[in-house]
């Protein structure tokens, strides 16, 4: 069984930074996509970031210019190094997995929580202003 295991949340000041990360186990191969969703109270789930195996990236039109995500294959992880946080990017952030093989376009399939086999419990992230 996989397990997604994220860690990094916690309170910034507005225009600070956070890097999250998500380690996953349980298999012995690495994800074909891993990716980061957030969802605030009363909200739904939204996509933030995705990368595939390669390293292809893909982002929200909101977090363009100040997240980055990345992946080190070896030990399965994920990394969301979030910078310039802004008041509305409170959230619970999710990190999400799939180890299926992805037949047609990556995007904009990745924004689909469907899309996803495994997810983890989410890490808080609160910005104060």
């Known amino acids: 069984q996989v397990q997604l295991v994220e860690s990094g949340g916690g309170l910034v000041q507005a225009g600070g930074s956070l890097r999250l990360s998500c380690a996953a186990s349980?298999?012995?191969?690495?994800?074909?996509?891993m990716g980061w969703f957030r969802q605030a109270p009363g909200q739904e789930r939204d996509f933030v970031a995705a990368?595939?195996?390669?390293?292809?990236?893909y982002y929200a039109d909101f977090v363009k210019g100040r997240f980055t995500i990345s992946r080190d294959n070896a030990k399965d992880t994920v990394y969301l190094e979030m910078n310039s946080l802004k008041p509305e990017d409170p959230a619970v952030y999710y990190c999400?997995?799939?180890?299926?093989?992805?037949?047609?376009?990556?995007?904009?399939?990745?924004?689909?929580?469907?899309?996803?086999?495994?997810w983890g419990q989410g890490t808080q992230v609160t910005v104060s202003s």
């Open positions: 999400a997995a799939r180890y299926q093989p992805l037949f047609g376009s990556v995007w904009p399939s990745v924004v689909r929580p469907e899309l996803y086999d495994y």
């Open positions: 349980g298999r012995t191969f690495s994800a074909v996509i």
């Open positions: 990368i595939t195996g390669n390293g292809n990236t």
